[in-house]
């Protein structure tokens, strides 16, 4: 009986990852990418958008700024459409 309520627990999981995994945003990847522009307008430089991809529900925009010798990624969330995370590397 044990065994047969962790195989049920363990499937359970495995398909709410996978559901999760592959959730739509809510937002358009338009107003991902235009809150993403507006929060970084105040850069001296102008950034060059790499890509933009679908993880989790949100948006992950990889971006470069050649002037300033930078480049990064960005988490932006796909119901609020709000910068969750950053990483920046200089060169």
Same mark, same amino acid.
């Given at each position: #009986?044990?065994? =047969?309520?962790?195989? *049920?627990?363990?499937?359970?999981?495995?398909?709410?990852?996978?559901?999760?995994?592959?959730?739509?945003?809510?937002?358009? !990847?338009?107003?991902?990418?235009?809150?993403? *522009?507006?929060?970084?307008?105040?850069? =001296?430089?102008? #950034?060059? *958008?790499?890509? *933009?991809?679908?993880?989790?529900?949100?948006?992950?925009?990889?971006?470069?700024? !050649? !002037?300033?010798?930078?480049?990064?990624?960005?988490?932006?969330?796909?119901?609020?459409?709000? =910068? =969750?995370?950053?990483?920046?590397?200089?060169?």
């Amino acid at each position: #009986m044990k065994k =047969i309520l962790t195989i *049920i627990l363990i499937c359970a999981i495995l398909l709410f990852v996978f559901w999760r995994f592959n959730a739509e945003p809510e937002i358009a !990847e338009e107003e991902a990418l235009s809150s993403f *522009i507006d929060q970084h307008s105040n850069d =001296i430089a102008e #950034m060059e *958008i790499l890509s *933009i991809n679908k993880r989790w529900g949100n948006y992950i925009i990889e971006w470069e700024n !050649e !002037e300033n010798c930078e480049k990064g990624t960005n988490t932006v969330d796909g119901d609020t459409a709000a =910068i =969750i995370k950053g990483e920046v590397t200089l060169c």
